[in-house]
């Protein structure tokens, strides 16, 4: 059964920085693309960032691009998010997905195992 963990999230003041972690079992982490999620209340879930299995591809949000960092630790089947410079705007349930595609999809339906989430609230 794979189980995704995150951890990681809190209350920072705006221009601050928080650094995310999702915990991987149950699958071959290193052979998926792996992504970071967020959705505010009353908001879709967005795509936030994502990375390829090998780490040799990234791709974010504009929203989130030149402030936050994805990678990844296969050998530790953990799954990263820096986030540097938040805004108020940036408050949101963060979710880590897995998804078994080469590519790094920007879409809910393309994910197929996704961890519980982890709240980060941005103070003004």
């Known amino acids: 059964q794979v189980q995704l963990v995150e951890s990681g999230g809190g209350l920072v003041q705006a221009g601050g920085s928080l650094s995310l972690s999702c915990a991987a079992s149950?699958?071959?982490?290193?052979?998926?693309?792996m992504a970071w999620f967020r959705q505010a209340p009353g908001k879709e879930r967005d795509f936030v960032a994502g990375i390829s299995w090998s780490a040799g591809r990234t791709y974010y949000a504009d929203s989130v691009k030149g402030r936050f960092t994805i990678s990844r630790d296969n050998a530790k089947n953990t799954l990263y998010l820096q986030m540097n410079s938040l805004k108020p705007e940036d408050t949101a349930v963060y979710y880590c997905?897995?998804?078994?595609?080469?590519?790094?999809?920007?879409?809910?339906?393309?994910?197929?195992?996704w961890g519980q989430g982890t709240q980060v609230n941005v103070s003004s």
């Open positions: 149950g699958r071959t982490f290193s052979r998926y693309t």
């Open positions: 997905a897995t998804s078994p595609g080469p590519t790094i999809p920007t879409r809910t339906p393309f994910y197929d195992y």
